[in-house]
């Protein structure tokens, strides 16, 4: 199983969260230089800005040098964002269940490229936006008939059956990430999205 460290970005500086704060903690390109030495391969990239404010951080993600395997989440709301990350040297585009506008928008991602990832964001139940539906079944079956191959289960919050979840997503490239147990039996998952926060306190 792999572990994948997640930095939050805004303003072009890698930042964590206190008290409801931004607090700039380093700069993201040294910051990943320093764990690919420790052996993580892939890097996590949460766009504050895009996600927020639907301004995909465009000067952070063409720095960011080719030595990196970067999956980027800019809060994209339809196939236009998706496309210009990808463009910008993004490797995995991750489309998210709480910002994409609707299903339809995922299918047309994936039809530009197979460099995708879904993040089925949870809080209490699935977050809903436009026409995706609400339930693991019902948003599975057309994700997978489309090709997609990755799947981020994150949880923004609420209990989560995680035996469930990996029993509904076990035809894809499972990736758990958000508000994780201590301890947890992840067989038949790909693997988890660590915060930086946790990785440098480790």
């Known amino acids: ?6 930095l939050s970005v805004k303003d072009g500086k890698a930042v964590v ?20 030495k420790d052996g993580y391969e892939k890097f996590y ?4 800005e895009g996600i927020e404010r639907n301004r995909m951080q465009i000067n952070l993600i063409e720095r960011l040098p ?12 339809d196939v ?4 210009d990350a990808l463009i910008l040297g993004a490797k995995i585009a991750v ?14 991602a994936v039809e530009l490229s197979e460099n995708i990832a879904v993040s089925v964001d949870h809080f209490y139940g699935i977050l809903k936006w436009g026409d995706i539906p609400g339930d693991f079944d019902s948003i599975a079956e057309p994700l997978r008939d489309w090709g997609v191959d990755r799947i981020v289960f994150s949880n923004l919050g609420g209990f989560v059956s995680w035996k469930d979840v990996i029993g509904r ?3 894809f490239e499972l990736w758990l990430g958000g508000n ?3 301890k947890m039996e992840f067989e038949g998952v790909y693997g988890i999205i660590v915060p930086y926060s946790k990785l440098s306190q480790s």
Do not use: Q
Request: cysteine-free; glycine content about 8%; aromatic content about 8%.
């Open 66 to 77: 080719d030595e990196f395997n970067i999956w980027v989440d800019a809060g994209f709301r």
């Open 95 to 108: 489309i998210g269940t709480k910002s994409i506008r609707s299903l339809e928008e995922v299918k047309k």
């Open 1 to 6: 199983m792999e572990k994948m460290p997640a």
């Open 80 to 83: 236009g964002g998706v496309e």
């Open 180 to 182: 994780l147990p201590e």
């Open 17 to 36: 969260i206190k008290n409801e704060d931004y607090l700039p903690v380093g700069d993201p390109v040294k910051m990943m230089r320093n764990l690919k």
């Open 169 to 171: 997503f076990r035809d």
């Open 45 to 48: 990239i949460l766009d504050i």
